[in-house]
């Protein structure tokens, strides 16, 4: 009777302790997953318990790992949505080709006008001084302002058609610059809404690729003159404003940047500008500008330049208004 008693009692104790290994199996995973986000059905069997997984400074380096890369996976995935906004928002300028044909300015199409023809006389001389042998004797000959002496001579026309007609070169890409920054016009010529510019730049408001804009005509790209300054010529005449003139006339080796200026009297801008430019295009009004104001404005230049001159709203062939010469020469 005590025997049989007695094997109750141990057969009762080993049940006992069976469920309580059982107990402790079965909660084990649930901890191991808490601990270290581990699946428990990885355990390595060589690892005697669940407990000893739990507690293992390796996996728990591993967990770790895991997190810090979920972490840099997130702050990655956010660069790159804040990347895509700025691009985003940085919309190409649309300009209506439609609308500069019906203003008689070169279009980037096919079809013959009289004003291409014109245009085409006039950038020649241009490209030749900026890529060709006399490029050497010049600083920054592909920098090319294009000015007058007075208001109203048509000089912002004149940037923008010569900007589009060198455009349609096979070889050359252009920037159109509007630095007339005390009264700005080319966005209103081509109906177009300003948009951050030089001036924001050299205020330090933007940065470089800030303010250029890539525009529908190919191989066109636009710079407003951005905010109104009341030191504008100072601004100009900075050593930002000379280290960034340097960099459009090196870095890219094929391109002409058209700088469309404030007139030459009465506006100290235009001065500074020279002199950083190789070239320069001087709109005269025909019987408008007179002689001697046509020479005081080219004295104010810099004389190592060089210039041609335009006449504009001439009824002469356009043979007889298209003149280029050194502003230095005698």
Do not use: W
Request: proline share 4%; glycine share 4%; with cysteine.
């Amino acid at each position: 009777m005590k025997n049989t008693i007695e094997r109750a009692l141990e057969k009762q104790r080993q049940l006992d302790a069976q469920s309580e290994r059982d107990q402790l199996f079965n909660s084990a995973p649930e901890q191991t997953t808490a601990l270290n986000g581990v699946n428990p059905n990885s355990v390595n069997p060589e690892m005697s318990s669940p407990i000893e997984l739990a507690h293992s400074p390796h996996l728990n380096t591993t967990a770790s790992a895991l997190s810090h890369n979920k972490v840099r996976q997130s702050e990655t995935n956010t660069e790159k949505s804040q990347i895509k906004q700025i691009q985003d928002s940085k919309s190409v300028f649309n300009i209506d080709i439609k609308r500069l044909d019906e203003m008689g300015m070169v279009t980037p199409t096919e079809a013959f006008s009289s004003i291409k023809e014109e245009y085409r006389y006039i950038k020649r001389p241009l490209l030749n001084n900026a890529f060709g042998d006399l490029s050497s004797s010049l600083k920054h000959p592909n920098l090319i302002m294009v000015s007058s002496s007075f208001p109203g001579e048509g000089k912002t026309f004149t940037a923008i058609n010569l900007a589009i007609s060198i455009a349609m070169e096979q070889d050359r890409k252009v920037m159109l610059i509007d630095a007339d920054v005390i009264n700005p016009n080319v966005c209103n010529r081509l109906g177009l809404s300003e948009r951050t510019g030089l001036l924001n730049y050299l205020k330090g408001e933007a940065s470089v690729q800030d303010i250029i804009s890539d525009t529908n005509i190919p191989n066109l790209k636009l710079i407003t003159a951005g905010n109104r300054s009341h030191q504008s010529n100072e601004l100009l005449a900075s050593a930002k404003m000379a280290n960034l003139m340097s960099e459009l006339s090196t870095r890219y080796k094929d391109r002409i940047c058209i700088f469309d200026t404030s007139p030459i009297l009465g506006a100290s801008e235009t001065n500074v500008l020279s002199q950083m430019t190789g070239q320069g295009v001087i709109v005269v009004e025909e019987e408008r500008t007179t002689h001697g104001q046509l020479e005081r404005s080219l004295s104010l230049l810099n004389p190592e330049m060089a210039v041609g001159l335009v006449l504009n709203k001439s009824k002469k062939s356009r043979k007889e208004y298209y003149g280029y010469y050194y502003a230095n020469s005698k």
